[in-house]
């Protein structure tokens, strides 16, 4: 699997670390990729996903869970929890 990024910031901290930093929809689309072909499973990005929530403290929670984000992950765990199916 190939993946191609464009990265919005690529520097270098103390000459040993390097930081990057990617645009949203780049990394949605990685991500995607990453599940569409078996890298990542669907279960272990909710699972990374908590884990990161749990890392947040209150005042940054809405930066990384905006409330229209939550509504949609509540719903969507509402109609899965109540049977319905769903088509990609």
Do not use: W
Request: hydrophobic share 40%; glycine share 6%.
């Amino acid at each position: 699997m190939d993946i191609t990024l464009a990265f919005k910031q690529l520097s270098l901290v103390n000459g040993d670390e390097i930081t990057l930093s990617i645009a949203p929809g780049a990394m949605k689309k990685m991500i995607m990729e990453l599940v569409a072909n078996g890298y990542l499973t669907t279960e272990e990005l909710v699972i990374l996903s908590i884990g990161q929530l749990k890392l947040c403290d209150k005042r940054h929670l809405d930066h990384v869970l905006p409330e229209n984000v939550l509504k949609k992950l509540i719903s969507t765990f509402q109609s899965v929890k109540n049977g319905e199916t769903h088509e990609r």
